[in-house]
Nanobody
């Protein structure tokens, strides 16, 4: 069974830093784009950072210069380094994979739009 497991959330003061990790488990063969999203109470889920299989990263303006996404393809893991955190960064952060290949009954199978369980990030003022 393929799963995404996040870790690294917590409580931090404004201006502080956190690093989130998300590891894909299961008989993974390859992973396409990996991303981080967040959802604050009463708000829609929004994209925070995206990294392609060849390590090209994209960020929305509200995190540019503060957040950095990276991935370790050998470990099927994606990271989100968050610096200069603000109270408005408070949210549940979710890891996402848009498409991956994995072994199922000795054959390659596809899985699309896989989500982690989420990790809470709280930034105090």
């Amino acid at each position: 069974q393929v799963q995404l497991v996040e870790s690294g959330g917590g409580l931090v003061q404004a201006g502080g830093s956190l690093r989130l990790s998300c590891a894909a488990s299961g008989s993974i063969f390859s992973i396409n784009a990996m991303g981080w999203y967040r959802q604050a109470p009463g708000k829609q889920r929004e994209l925070v950072a995206l990294v392609t299989g060849d390590h090209k990263a994209n960020y929305p303006d509200f995190v540019k210069g503060r957040f950095t996404i990276s991935r370790d393809n050998a470990r099927h893991t994606v990271y989100l380094h968050m610096n200069s955190l603000k109270p408005e960064d408070t949210a549940v952060y979710y890891c996402n994979v848009d498409h991956l290949l994995y072994y199922k009954n000795d054959r390659l199978d596809h899985k699309y739009d896989v989500w982690g369980q989420g990790t809470q990030v709280t930034v105090s003022s």
